[in-house]
């Protein structure tokens, strides 16, 4: 199982930092990923992390302003998001490989 | 980043078998295969099938994925009401380095 949290209602430019918890599994066996759904729109991958935790991948729309980290003795991926934009609304989820697992979190970007 | 290729919808009569295509490329379904995901309106996508065209426990075998060369398929076999619902195709992309998704492709069970 993956639970997501953190998502909240945000101003365009701020911040937000963004958790999932892992059960059910070997958290080390997987390569971790967050994946987004604007409202009404397709799913979109936003970055994906190795299981060492030492290279990092990002979509084009977010490269330079998201960060994917996870905590292997916790069992934790982090997604924090920084300068964020209307155009990052979307419910967030955290899946392994890319299978998600949970219910995923919103985040709204809006004045 | 490019996409993969789904139709946008698939209409069929219930009890009917439905096949769902995603098109892509040699860098990511031909390179390492396509999962598919099935989600119902409201609700988070749930795997259907991994890159190896497996089944997660639980998922019934009326769902068979299967792949040649670029282009991978799902056959629905036994439509069913519950069977309407989104489906979307995704794969790693060893040029992008990172997943890629279809458009996905809304199936009406009549």
């Known amino acids: 199982q993956l639970a997501e949290s953190g998502g909240d209602l945000v101003q365009p430019g701020g911040s937000l930092r963004l958790s999932c918890a892992a059960s059910g599994f070997t958290f080390t066996d997987y390569w971790m990923t967050w994946v987004r759904q604007a409202p009404g729109r397709r799913l979109e991958w936003v970055a994906s992390i190795n299981v060492e935790g030492n290279a990092q991948f990002y979509g084009d729309s977010v490269k330079g302003r998201f960060s994917i980290s996870r905590d292997n003795a916790k069992k934790s991926l982090t997604l924090q998001m920084t300068s964020l934009r209307v155009e990052d609304t979307a419910v967030y989820y955290c899946a392994r490989d890319v299978e998600t697992g949970g219910q995923g979190t919103l985040v709204t970007v809006s004045s | 980043q490019a996409g993969l290729t789904q139709s946008p919808s698939v209409s069929k009569d219930l009890r009917q078998t439905a096949t769902l295509t995603c098109t892509g490329s040699?860098?990511?379904?031909?390179?390492?295969?396509a999962v598919w995901l099935q989600q119902h309106q409201g609700h988070p996508p749930k795997l259907l099938s991994d890159?190896?065209?497996n089944r997660p426990s639980g998922i019934s075998e009326r769902f068979i994925a299967a792949r040649s060369e670029n282009t991978a398929s799902l056959t629905i076999i036994g439509l069913q009401p519950d069977d309407e619902a989104d489906y979307y195709c995704s794969a790693w992309d060893s040029s992008l380095h990172g997943w890629v998704f279809g458009e996905g492709t809304k199936l009406t069970v009549l």
């Open positions: 040699s860098t990511n379904v031909g390179h390492q295969g």
């Open positions: 890159r190896n065209n």
